[in-house]
């Protein structure tokens, strides 16, 4: 017996005929002994066409109503999707995120789980039903509905899985599997069997869409194997879990991922003196831009004098920009410049740590290819490049031949 | 300082503008120290699109599934009116069925109200907010959401009304109050401006569709007015309440129905013995086919024989037919015949008891219109008729022309 956690994104319970799919697909990979809880989104574009109505009547479509109204999207795929259960013979039990037992913080619009009593689902699997959950929502302790943002439904299926304390949680995407890079891009990616939380996260961060963080952080606190799984085919998807267990080890590195939503800010003829990143950072900071890759340059001729370069997200440039040409008038510099003609490629994987060849490797695919290196910046278990943008797709694909060989 | 629970039904919040609207003349109407709860039903056709959704899945559109469903049509409607309220500029909170306090029983469907714990919404009005309930609904003592069936909105309404003590409960609807006979047939009936709960219990037995039964029933046990007003028109309405406090007493009767859907079961030459009522009308008791008009007459030539008329509703008909053609071989009749060419026309009023020169009346205006009379039936405060179809407006215009004179 196992005891599993499933879960379906809005596009796979799109229309009526999708969610008899699903239900038919679930008993049909189900062994009888097997206890399933399915975790679905709201159906298709129903958010957007409920946040379109919210807009009908205001602009403020933040705060409590927003969740109030946009939790009955999950409410309706979940009901649908228990009546496809019954009606292929099998007995089934839908829950919204109360009745799942999720008690989240009363951040509305983008909730914390704060914590999951399953007394009820584990006694309706119990009593041999498929229960469905609705993902992406909960209840404060106050008694409000709350949603849970970006990723939401992928984290209540991570932690209705953890709470079960359920053998793995399979989230079905419209792809496939976690790739070595975007298929989109690298014709020859390869599908991972295996990678690890640290790994995932990482690939995350640096621009792979596949999973979003949050679930995956989840998965790693609780120890929640994690299988992605697509939607659409039979393929074996790939497992997230804290240690490889299979053959992919000899890979030194899992994946070599890129992003193009950034934009290079270079604050040029600093006079260097203590507290100048700090104003610089903490000014940014404030208003919530993030920053990436910071690289701190001395000129050769002039030892007081730096130029400090670094990169945020496209859509804070404006921002960005400012902001620091108010700091002109507290610290002196000769020039701004902001450069959207970027990106960023990089090389994701455990198995770097101690291992220099992979950064040499790196570079020396970069250099082959002809392409520039801006600015590089690593971590425990990743080197990223910014290059210019043009070149984005010859970078991933000269990297990723030189790790993953046909 | 008022305490006035109102409830607007699907057609009044339809569309994101009418929604503006309700939330526009609940504020213009408002004292600025009155609280004011708001009862929603789901928006238009939401509820027949949620159906039509669940029918693409299965043909079994009842049970628990099926309220999962529907309460989200109300969800997303006060979530909706909320907003409005807060766009122009006062605050305001939406809850659905259970945090409005509303328990049930495990009805799915058709679930009654077993209890309603006001006090969120009691806190919520002493802290300055309209609160918008969700009108339909509730939740089982096992945490399951029910729906509340027919006439469930206008009972959430009363109910709130009753748990919060409120000084009275609005129902605005698409007409403008309880008018003396149905304004489509007889273009010169009068809108009442009171009317007791008696009264309209009777009235919507006897055909008069503006509320349903179940919501004034709530009203008359907890003694809580219903004010019964139109959503486009600024109308005074009708009072629906336990005595006449206006000069209205003067009519002794309040209205005059009619009801189309009935049909006239004869079942002829049956042997008077005990138990022969008996046997017929537990039969269709049995089978859930109410009966309403009962004349068992006696036959002048032969008083061991008697024939046997009452009326259904049309739909019970075939039913009816087959069982009563069943009984033919427990006991014996020479005939069965069924008239769905006939119509009930009443009049209803309080004042009638003791004052017999109301059926003579009525009678006398059927009379001088050249209707025959089949079958009449009486209760405390109502008299029927039942007469041919054909003749049903011309009945109706007679009798009210005879109590209500211009």
Redesign the interface.
Known sequence: MALIVKKFGGSSVAT??K??AVARRVLKEKNSDDQIVVVVSAMGDTTDD?IS??K???D?TTG???D??L??GE??S???L???F??LGHEA??M?GF?AGFTTNEMFNKAKITGIAAD?VRQELNAGKIVVVAGFQGLTKN???TTLGRGGSDTTAVAVAAGLKADHCEIYTDVDGIYSSDPRVVPTARRMKEITYNEMLEMARLGAGVMHPRSVELGMHYDMPIHVRSTFTQEPGTFIREEYTMEEKEFVIRGVTHDTNVAKIAVLGVADQPGIAYKIFSTLAEANVDVDMIVQSVRAMDKHIIDMVFTIAQGDAPQAKKLLERLKTEMEFSGLMIDENVAKVSVVGAGMLGNPGIAATTFGALADAGINIEVISTSEISISCLIELDRVKEAVNAIHARFFPD
Request: charge should be neutral; hydrophobic fraction near 60%; avoid cysteine.
């Open positions: 009526p005929e969610i008899i409920l109505l919210a009908a009547i205001t403020q409590r109503e927003m109030m109204l939790a009955t409410q309706v979940i009901a649908l228990a009546m496809a019954a009606k039990v839908s919204t009745q009820r008694g409000d509905i």
